[in-house]
């Protein structure tokens, strides 16, 4: 059974930073494409940013590139987002979410909520 376990929100003034990190376990880590979502107040969960599972390449939501770097571990099972220059438009509950190679499943984590105050 495919769990992610996100940490790592909080409440950041703006032009803050702030590391989020997604424990996964329960799969083979390393044949995932993994990533972040989010989801503010009343609005449509949207990708921020997500690596694929073969060689590392990320992509970035126009509103986190430039911001949000995204990393993996494979050893840890662990897909991280730093974020740095935050916006109080950054607020919103974080999904770490997982997708395996060739598959149109997707998996989610709880969340975590992410405040910029301004």
């Known amino acids: 059974e495919v769990q992610l376990q996100a940490s790592g929100g909080g409440l950041v003034q703006a032009g803050g930073s702030l590391r989020l990190s997604c424990a996964a376990s329960g799969f083979i880590f390393d044949e995932y494409a993994v990533g972040w979502f989010r989801q503010a107040q009343g609005k449509e969960r949207e990708g921020v940013s997500s690596?694929?599972?073969?060689?590392?390449?990320?992509y970035y939501a126009d509103s986190a590139r430039g911001r949000f770097t995204i990393s993996r571990d494979n050893d840890e099972s662990s897909v991280y987002l730093q974020m740095d220059s935050l916006k109080p438009e950054d607020t919103a509950v974080y999904y770490c979410w997982s997708r395996r190679d060739f598959s149109s499943s997707d998996d989610w984590g709880q969340g975590t909520q992410v405040t910029v105050s301004s």
């Open positions: 690596i694929s599972s073969r060689d590392d390449s990320t």
